[in-house]
């Protein structure tokens, strides 16, 4: 090989064909599409023994301890790694069809593993107007909201008007409340809904209530709150399992319409590097939305559902196991799925005015007096100690929506208990989130095997981790906000995910924000000498620190002979380029199974590319560019 050598094309037969093959390992992985780097074809280079693509002059990140420098890899055409190494060791393996790719100093590293990501989400948002997590005054979003209704005539009275990424907390002045007047205000008879980003609140005008019949006698469903003023009547703000009681009477769109922004968005995450996801809240809708991709050839990544089990299931573990079962036994066939995850919401969202995630002192009003208030626990310690025992017997895993540090500890206890009535030590349950840890509690991890699935782009000082949450929780708390490094001294597993599209979808910058705490958004650094990430420590937890808590770590999540060639090549070496240039990151090839699901020089790839760039701004009326231009958005929270 030599310096010559140049990058060649890999997806002249489209992403979408290459895409349906790449869910699972050990499929053949034969050359994608025609190479402009060839091997000369020597007899020690048959097809046999040689080498289905050689990535070198690159910057291997192999994932592993120690070692020698890696600057080559060889793909079989097993779809696995066939060999690793150092300038020209690996030209032993080029064959008459092997290509040959010079990475120009770039890394290559496992893909991105999301242990933490609703992408079809995503999906659906991508089809709707968005605020993009906007802070504005009243008279701003009235005027972004009315160019909306402008953009969206002929609807008037009964077409819903529904607005996602709306911001919870980003009502100017801040510390302003949401109510349904302000929305009442707008000229339209529509009903009008505004979905937090956060993927916990949702805002409606009176039309909406009226419509879900929601009044002053209308009782909180479990999980959930219905805001009610001093007055006793609804404000129009719905909180968590509350929300269905409005989103239930709004028309989703057409299963076409669907899988096709699904398509559209996993596209743009294999061009982000993502190989593999494990969506964290899927029923049976998503899992026929899933089987609709698979069967169109649309599914690049390998897919981790995990199977939401409500606050009354987890009462009855018996129905609730069985109701998994069945879905899997249902889906279990489509191709790229891997079942054995559920997931519990245990709590809500920390920041003012939700407050719903359970602490175990209460929240201060604002001033440093404590309130009442310790927030909203879902399922109790018990429930979730025998749940977490009834799935870990049957081989299932357990992941937690954790954002609390009373939530956290709740799932602790849970997994505590289903250790002691299993005798199982390899569980690998999961508490994600994990804004607010109790210093007691980070040894408990490592001490139970349990993973911290952490979403580090939360991490920077804003206005989510300061104005919205240090005077409700004071600075003794506020130290352990997502204690990274804390779990990870104390011997915790860490894995990564994004949480998109509560956020967009940004990896490279999530990854830049573990190490520095502020990441490109950010304000400032958020505890950056106490939490902040080595660089090894933020690129293995995306890596093989996923794929660890995903049961994949035999599978994926490391560059070394015999794992899945599921790889992505950088345009820099992120292991030495200056920590935030990481942020602009580009993927210039992503493989799953050594097949292509991502080129950045072709059509295919830089529509893909181009998507990223529009999904992070959303659909906007024109009105918002004149009111809001680029400035403050940030769209945060958790699902």
């Known amino acids: 090989m030599t310096s010559s050598l140049t990058r060649r094309t890999v997806l002249a037969a489209g992403a979408a064909g290459l895409a349906g093959a790449a869910g699972l390992a050990g499929a053949a992985a034969g050359p994608a599409a025609a190479s402009t780097s060839r091997g000369s074809g020597s007899a020690a280079g048959s097809a046999a023994r040689s080498a289905s693509l050689i990535v070198h002059n690159a910057r291997v990140f192999t994932g592993l301890s120690g070692g020698r420098p890696v600057e080559a890899v060889a793909v079989g055409r097993d779809g696995k790694v066939l060999a690793t190494g150092r300038g020209g060791e690996l030209r032993r393996l080029i064959g008459r069809d092997t290509e040959v790719v010079n990475a120009r100093g770039g890394t290559v590293m496992s893909g991105i593993h999301d242990g933490h990501v609703h992408p079809l989400g995503a999906g659906s948002r991508s089809l709707r107007p968005s605020l993009a997590g906007a802070e504005t005054t009243a008279a701003e979003l009235t005027e972004i909201l009315t160019g909306f209704l402008k953009d969206s005539p002929g609807q008037e009275p009964d077409g819903w008007l529904v ?157 609730a196991l069985a109701y998994a079962r069945a879905l899997k036994s249902e889906f279990g066939g489509v191709r790229g799925l891997r079942f054995g995850m559920v997931k519990v919401f245990l709590d809500g969202v920390i920041e003012y005015p939700a407050q719903t995630a359970a602490l175990l002192a209460p929240y201060l009003d604002g001033e440093g007096r404590p309130t009442t208030n310790r927030g909203e626990l879902y399922v109790s310690g018990q429930d979730y100690g025998k749940l977490s025992a009834a799935f870990n017997r049957a081989g299932w895993q357990m992941h937690a929506h954790g954002l609390g540090d009373r939530a956290v500890r709740t799932a602790l206890d849970g997994y505590a208990y289903a250790r002691r009535a299993t005798g199982l030590r390899d569980a690998r349950n999961a508490v994600a989130h994990l804004q607010l840890v109790d210093p007691a509690d980070l040894g408990r991890f490592a001490a139970l095997g349990v993973v911290a699935c952490m979403q580090l782009q939360w991490a920077a000082r804003d206005t989510w981790t300061m104005e919205a949450l240090l005077p409700y929780i004071g600075p003794e708390r506020h130290r352990w906000m997502y204690p990274a490094r804390s779990l990870e001294r104390h011997g915790a597993r860490l894995a990564g995910g994004s949480d998109w599209p509560v956020d967009p979808l940004q990896v490279w910058n999530q990854l830049r924000t573990a190490i520095d705490r502020q990441g490109a958004e950010g304000e400032g650094e958020l505890y950056r000498e ?88 959303g659909p906007r009326p024109a009105a918002y560019a004149a009111v809001h231009g680029g400035g403050r958005h940030k769209a945060c929270g958790c699902g």
Do not use: F
């Open 530 to 617: 106490l939490e902040g990430l080595s660089r090894g420590s933020a690129l293995r937890m995306h890596t093989y620190g996923t794929a660890w808590q995903l049961r994949m770590d035999q599978l994926t999540g490391t560059v070394q002979r015999g794992r899945a060639a599921d790889l992505i090549l950088l345009d820099r070496d992120v292991t030495k380029c200056p920590i935030p240039d990481i942020s602009d990151t580009k993927v210039e090839l992503t493989l799953v199974g050594g097949r292509a699901v991502h080129d950045a020089h072709t059509a295919t790839g830089r529509a893909a590319a181009a998507g990223l760039a529009r999904a992070a701004a």
């Open 163 to 319: 607005v996602e990424d709306w911001n919870p907390i980003g009502l100017l002045p801040q510390g302003s409340v949401p109510h349904h007047t302000l929305l009442d205000a707008l000229p339209t008879r529509r009903p009008v809904a505004l979905v937090g980003g956060d993927g916990h609140n949702i805002w409606v005008n009176a039309r909406a209530l009226e419509i879900a019949g929601i009044t002053a006698a209308t009782p909180d469903p479990v999980g959930g709150k219905i805001v009610k003023g001093t007055d006793g009547r609804p404000t129009g703000v719905l909180k968590d399992d509350a929300q269905p009681l409005v989103t239930r009477h709004i028309p989703e769109p057409t299963e076409a319409e669907l899988t096709a922004a699904c398509a559209r968005v996993l596209a743009q995450a294999a061009a982000s590097g993502v190989t593999t996801m494990m969506d964290a809240l899927v029923g049976r809708g998503e899992l026929r939305t899933y089987q609709a991709l698979a069967a169109a050839g649309q599914l690049p990544q390998r897919i981790v559902p995990a199977i939401r089990i409500e606050a009354e299931q987890a009462k009855d573990p018996a129905a």
